[in-house]
């Protein structure tokens, strides 16, 4: 018998290799934006579907909340990953044209923003297989990038995503710098990973379920400015998780804004996609140093 019980993360990553970033910049920025709408609040409870005020958290996003992030993407030029559930761009089509329209990469997120349960490949392929459907056929998008919805995963489901095509994965919080899985069966998609810190459901919504107090723009910039600074040095990833919902919303908004305006202070800095990311990271592997 094995004295090792411990244990083991099914799946064990490689050391991040020593990547440098493109054109000389020190770090990068990887803005995300989770665009979950109301189903977030189905994919909690399905009965949310009758609770109308419930569900109008999520239907702030295509009224108001998208196009306002695009404006202000816009006026910062900033191109951005937007992860998008099937659910969502079936009910908002017109909203999710307008972020492909604007030029921003389209990502995976479920179906019904299910959190992915281990045990439970058969509902995961089944939401994998629904969000890509809703992509391809409302968009005409087949996404090359996975935010797992509420941000679990785990190994079968890592398999499903790479034999369907997705070559990054933007959901682990075990690194500040891109890194390859590693499956039983061989490599396994790229991890871009995300930072908690910059995950703004943490600080800007608060509702029935969880009635506890938003927090202000000097906490939240405080908390950004900081991570982001510290992982400039560290020659990390700042990748961000924002909800149109969220920040959307007009106070929220301003903060956004006002983060983008201190990473601009830097001009060693790659405002990036995930999709550039991954191809950036897939050339260096194709020829490493
Ligand atoms: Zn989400």
């Not at 992509?135 to 797992?148: C, E, M, N, S």
């Not at 106070?251 to 202070?265: K, S, W």
Request: glycine residues 8%; charged residues 25%; negative net charge.
């Amino acid at each position: 018998m094995s004295t090792d019980s411990a244990p083991r993360p099914a799946n064990l990553a490689l050391p991040a290799p020593d990547f440098p970033w493109p054109d000389g910049k020190k770090c990068a920025l990887f803005p995300g934006f989770d665009v979950d709408a109301e189903s977030v609040w189905l994919g909690m409870d399905r009965r949310n579907a009758d609770r109308l005020v419930t569900m109008s958290y999520g239907g702030y996003e295509a009224r108001v909340g998208i196009p306002k992030l695009l404006e202000l993407l816009a006026r910062y030029e900033v191109k951005a990953t937007f992860f998008i559930t099937g659910w969502t761009v079936e009910a908002h089509p017109t909203a999710c044209e307008a972020i492909l329209k604007a030029g921003h990469e389209i990502g995976h997120h479920g179906y019904w923003h299910l959190r992915p349960e281990p045990g439970d490949l058969a509902t995961m392929v089944e939401e994998v297989d629904r969000g890509f459907d809703a992509l391809k056929r409302v968009l005409g998008v087949v996404p090359i990038g996975y935010r797992a919805p509420s941000g679990e995963s785990f190994t079968e489901l890592l398999a499903l995503l790479r034999d369907r095509g997705i070559r990054y994965s933007s959901s682990w919080r075990d690194d500040i710098r891109p890194y390859r899985h590693v499956l039983p069966d061989g490599p396994g998609p790229l991890e871009i990973p995300v930072n908690y810190s910059f995950d703004d459901w943490n600080y800007g919504i608060t509702h029935r379920m969880s009635s506890r107090a938003l927090f202000g723009r000097e906490e939240v910039l405080s908390i950004w400015r900081d991570e982001f600074d510290q992982t400039r040095e560290w020659g990390g990833v700042a990748t961000m998780i924002m909800h149109p919902q969220v920040s959307g919303r007009p106070m929220r908004y301003r903060i956004l804004e006002e983060f983008l305006q201190y990473i601009r202070r830097y001009d060693d800095v790659w405002w990036t996609t995930g999709r550039e990311i991954t191809a950036h990271f897939e050339a260096c592997e194709r020829s490493p140093r």
